[in-house]
């Protein structure tokens, strides 16, 4: 089973700036990440596939990038309706499909 | 549009069964695989289970290997999770996620949840 490592567990920042999430996996899934958004109440929402590829509908302000075993999730600048909880997930090697523990981006 | 909604959650005790339903609109509901995710306090989202398209692949995690079972009824366009010998640890809410496209496994479009509560 492939172990996704998120960090940090909790990022703070202000509207405007720069976000960067990590998710580490425990052994080479190429560009096989994913990375999900999802707020209180709501339903993860799909962000990026395979590394970089932005979803439908989603800002150009969402970027990917990695391979291998080291991945990030960037927001150029936050918007306030950015602030959430963020999720990678690997496809590469399955079942079982895993997630990492996720990061929560809250509003300093 | 699609549309995902899940139905059947509740509060079973321990040892006990539940059956979710999940009802799929807005796309051709027998050209894509489904799967069934959970989110629960202690493991936060974790994948149960898969099926195929047509249902002829089936697969668990094996937290839930040998007590959940997949199904799908094409003709109803409808996801099934039948749930058996249920856990504390089965609490939580369960998603149903459409699948992206053929190998690409991962989740384009999430039902709203339905909360399952096992508890005595």
């Known amino acids: 089973e492939i172990m996704l490592t998120q960090s940090p567990a909790t990022l703070s920042l202000s509207p405007g700036e720069r976000a960067i999430f990590s998710c580490r996996a425990s052994?080479?899934?190429?560009?096989?990440i994913v990375w999900y958004q999802q707020k209180p109440g709501q339903a993860p929402r799909l962000l990026i596939y395979d590394a970089s590829n932005r979803a439908a509908g989603i800002p150009a302000r969402f970027s990917g990038n990695g391979y291998g075993t080291d991945f990030t999730l960037t927001i150029s600048s936050l918007e306030p309706e950015d602030f959430a909880v963020y999720y990678c997930?690997?496809?590469?090697?399955?079942?079982?499909?895993?997630f990492g523990q996720g990061t929560r981006l809250e509003i300093k | 549009q699609v549309h995902l909604v899940e139905s059947g959650g509740g509060v079973v005790q321990p040892g006990g069964s539940l059956r979710l339903s999940c009802s799929a609109s807005g796309f051709i509901f027998n050209n894509h695989g489904m799967d069934w995710v959970r989110q629960t306090p202690g493991k936060g989202l974790e994948w149960v289970s898969f099926i195929r398209f047509d249902g002829s692949q089936k697969y668990y995690a094996d937290s839930v290997k040998g007590r959940f079972t997949v199904s799908r009824d094409n003709a109803k366009n409808t996801l099934y999770l039948e749930m058996d010998s249920l856990r504390p640890e089965d609490t939580g809410i369960y998603y149903c996620?459409?699948?992206?496209?053929?190998?690409?496994?991962?989740?384009?479009?999430w039902g709203q949840g339905t909360l399952v509560t096992v508890s005595s």
């Open positions: 996620a459409k699948d992206y496209s053929g190998t690409y496994h991962f989740f384009d479009h």
């Open positions: 052994e080479s899934i190429n560009s096989h």
């Open positions: 997930q690997q496809r590469s090697s399955w079942p079982p499909i895993t």
